[in-house]
C-alpha cells in the first residue's frame, strides 16, 4: 500500500490544488486525520497519522477505489504542497516498468451496473498466480473470464501478463467472492472455478464454500452450468462433500485428475504426494430472475448536524440476526459537518463504507453500499439512527 513517513509537519490548507491533484478537505479524530484527494475522476482519502514521533500518510483502506498509480501521485502533490520532510516511501513511479492493463480491472459497481454480453461467462474465485485464469481466457477467446481475489500484488501480477499477452476478455475484480454473485443475473455463467481455496481448517466459516455459496452459484449457473471445486485439503473435501449432499443436483467427485494447467498450488502439493479432490456439481434448473434494489439514499427530515449525531451514535455493534451496523470512527470537518466510517451489512463479510454528513444533508460518501439485503436492512437501521431523535 503506498505511505509515506514524513518528519511532523503542520496540516496543509484545504482547498488546494497540486500538481493535477485537489486536496478538498480534512477530516480529524483523535487519533488521525482522513485527507479527501480527488484526481482524474477519483475521490479518496489519505490517512495521516502520528507513528513513533513522525507522521505517517497512507491510502485509506475503506476509499481504496482508486488504483495503486494515482494514490502514489497523490501522495507526491502532498509531499510538494506540504513542503514535509520525508523519511521514507514506497510511491516511486517507474515509468520503464510495464504497467498492468487496468481498464481489464473492473470495480464491482461495473457488475451492478454496465455490464452485460450475450458470450458465455466463466468466474474463477481466487485466482492467486492466475494461471489457470489465463490459460483457459487464452484458450477460449470465445468466452469472458472474471477473476476474483482479495490480493491486490496477485491482481497486479494478472494484470501484467494480460498486457503481455494481450489477452482481451479477462475482467480481473478486487471483491470478496462470497458476495460478489448476488450481483449477477440468474442463469447467467457457464463455469465457476474454485481451485484451492484457503482451507480455513480452524475457522470453517470463513470458508468461500458454503450453502450460502452454493444456493447462489446455482442460481446463477445456467442449465448444465457447473461450479468446480480442486482441493488439496482433506477436511475441505469432507466438508464441501457433504454440502454438496444437501443437493438434487448432480454432482461428481473425482481424484487426483491432472488439468490441462497446474497452478503454483497444485505443483508443489503434488510434489509432497498430496491427494487432490475435484467436486463438481451441476445446475439443472432455470432460476427466477432478482431485481437489484440500488436506491441507498437518506429519505429525512429534521436531521442532527454532525457534532449532536456525533454525541449520539451507539459506540457498540448493533448485531441483528441477518446483519449488522457499527458506527466505528467519526471525522470532523466543521463542527456541522463530518464523516462517519460504518461496517454494516452481513456479519461475516461486512462492508465498510463512510457516511458524509454535510449541514441538512447525508450521504454514503464516495461508494454506496453495494445492493445485498443484508446492506438493504443495515441502511433502514443507519437512516433511523440518523434522523433527529430517533435513539431517544
Ligand atoms: C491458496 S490460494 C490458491 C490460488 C490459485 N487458485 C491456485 O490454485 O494457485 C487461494 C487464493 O484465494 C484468494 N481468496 C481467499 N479468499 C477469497 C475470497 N473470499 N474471495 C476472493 N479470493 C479469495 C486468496 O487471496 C488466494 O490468492
Known sequence: MPHIITKKHNAIETPSFKDGVFFDFIAHSSKEDKICVRIEDKTFLLTKLEKNGNHLIKLDVTTKVAPILLAKKALHAYVALSGCEVISSNIAIHSTRLEPQKEYLK???????????????????GFGSGRHLLYQAKANKDKIYIGLEIHTPSIEQVLKQVRIDNIENIFVVNYDARLFLEFMASNSISQIFVHFPVPWDKKPHRRVMSKEFIDESLRVLK?????ELRTDSPLYYEYSKE?????????????????????????RWKRMGKDIWDLTIYADKQSPAITLDK???????????????????????IVEDDFMVHFTYSF?????SGLIHISMGSFNKPFCVYLMVENEKVSYFVSTPVPTSANHKAHKLIEKIVKNGELQ
Open 295 to 317: 436506491d441507498f439514499s437518506f429519505n429525512i427530515e429534521n436531521k442532527l448536524l454532525f457534532n449532536e449525531l456525533q454525541a449520539l451514535l451507539p459506540k457498540k455493534p
Open 107 to 125: 470495480d464491482i459497481s461495473y457488475f451492478v451496473n454496465d455490464f452485460s454480453t450475450t458470450k458465455d461467462i466463466c468466474v474463477e474465485v
Open 223 to 227: 442449465i448444465d452450468g457447473s461450479l
Open 332 to 336: 470532523e470537518i466543521a463542527p456541522k
Open 243 to 267: 454440502l454438496y449432499e444437501g443437493y438434487s443436483e448432480k454432482s461428481t467427485i473425482l481424484k487426483n485428475q491432472n488439468l490441462e494447467v497446474s497452478s503454483k498450488y497444485e505443483d
